[in-house]
């Protein structure tokens, strides 16, 4: 099993849409949580942090299932400057972060 | 967020020569940086670790001797792809980060296309 699973998609939505990703993580001792966001050929930029209490940025809300060993990731009201990858990454507390394949997302007009 | 600047973003070699990249942490002291490679459509997979003033620890299946990695100051770390070959042809791509942080800050990556 992979250390952090994501499905790659392609998800292909509207602008508008609201969006899901999960992730799942096989690692229980992981402490820390993150989504990153890919562009085609560039390096990934943190989007955001995971709270265990979940957490909201404008129109991106992160939340953790610790207990279900999962996170995940909504977009509202999709842009088609959203269009990346959004990977999924894992610190299992080594300074180590793991990455998923990662969940790539196209918006259209 | 602190800055990594990794250099070249593009470098096309023959096969058989060496490539060396760099990866500084411009306005930080990196206790630890990463190095990743990035296949076409694939994840980012971790290569090694390295850790200030010691050696590399490298992931299962990196060849240590073909992917040298020098982490000789907290600023600085080198990766030099000895003998390349078609098939190291991939993006790579350096993270920084200090002890204590829980983020790690990318360098722009590069493109590495051996011929």
């Known amino acids: 099993r992979k250390e952090v699973e994501q499905d790659p998609g392609p998800f292909n939505v509207p602008e508008g849409a609201t969006v899901a990703f999960n992730c799942t993580y096989s690692n229980s001792a992981s402490q820390s949580f993150f989504w990153y966001r890919q562009d085609c050929r560039k390096e990934p930029k943190l989007l955001m942090s995971v709270y265990s209490s979940g957490n909201e940025d404008g129109r991106f809300t992160a939340q953790l299932n610790r207990a279900s060993q999962y996170i995940s990731l909504l977009i509202r009201d999709s842009k088609l400057s959203d269009s990346a990858t959004y990977l999924c990454v894992v610190n299992a507390n080594t300074d180590k972060l793991i990455f998923g394949t990662g969940t790539r997302l196209q918006v259209f007009p | 967020g602190a800055v990594v600047s990794q250099h070249p973003s593009w470098v096309i070699c023959k096969s058989g020569t060496s490539v060396k990249i760099e990866c500084r942490s411009l306005d930080f002291q990196a206790t630890t940086m990463f190095w990743y490679r990035q296949f076409p459509k694939q994840s980012l997979m971790l290569m090694a670790t390295s850790n200030e003033g010691s050696k590399a620890t490298y992931e299962q299946g990196v060849e240590k001797d073909k992917f040298l990695i020098n982490h000789a100051s907290l600023t600085l770390s080198t990766l030099t792809v000895t003998s390349a070959h078609p098939e190291d042809s991939s993006f790579y791509i350096c993270?920084?980060?200090?002890?204590?942080?829980?983020?790690?800050?990318f360098g722009q990556g590069t493109r590495l296309t051996v011929v």
């Open positions: 993270s920084a980060s200090r002890q204590g942080w829980t983020e790690a800050f």
